[in-house]
């Protein structure tokens, strides 16, 4: 868990600010083979200091297996904290507080009350009909959390 607590307006705000994606955008993203996993990650400089990284994870057998993340980091540190999550239909999950639990494509949330119980930022979640691979979780993201690509282009996932 991060240990910096940021407000649901402050939550709301760095989601709904404009992120926009470099020209040169795909030599960027780096792809990186880990343990069972391909990932891609981008990071987007703030004026403050601060910066918005995105992170695209593929399970290399299970295609289900998905995460993609838009994550924050104040000024001065290496925290990350996840601000919007979005996760395949491949795992249970369970929102703490609520005593929910569901096997579906789901979408983590920051939330204030999260952090302030001492769960993960992104600890609760919501299921989403809005996508049902990776590529167009990944249009959901760009959507939600106002991320904006050059002229007459989309994200494209290459994590092979």
Do not use: W
Not at 94 to 110: L, P, R, V, W
């Amino acid at each position: 868990m991060a240990d910096i607590i940021l407000n649901d307006a402050e939550i709301s705000n760095l989601i709904k600010e404009q992120k926009e994606f470099p020209p040169n955008y795909e030599t960027l993203f780096q792809t990186k083979d880990k343990k069972g996993h391909m990932e891609q990650e981008i990071i987007l400089p703030r004026s403050d200091g601060s910066q918005f990284k995105v992170i695209l994870r593929q399970n290399q057998i299970n295609q289900l297996a998905f995460s993609l993340i838009l994550g924050y980091m104040p000024p001065k540190t290496t925290a990350l904290i996840r601000l919007r999550r979005y996760n395949g239909k491949s795992h249970y999950h369970t929102n703490k507080i609520e005593k929910e639990t569901f096997y579906d494509f789901h979408i983590h949330q920051a939330t204030e009350r999260y952090q302030a119980a001492g769960f993960d930022e992104d600890g609760y979640a919501v299921t989403s009909k809005e996508f049902a691979d990776i590529q167009s979780a990944l249009d959901c993201l760009v959507k939600d959390c106002s991320i904006v690509l050059p002229a007459n282009r989309q994200l494209k996932m290459k994590l092979s």
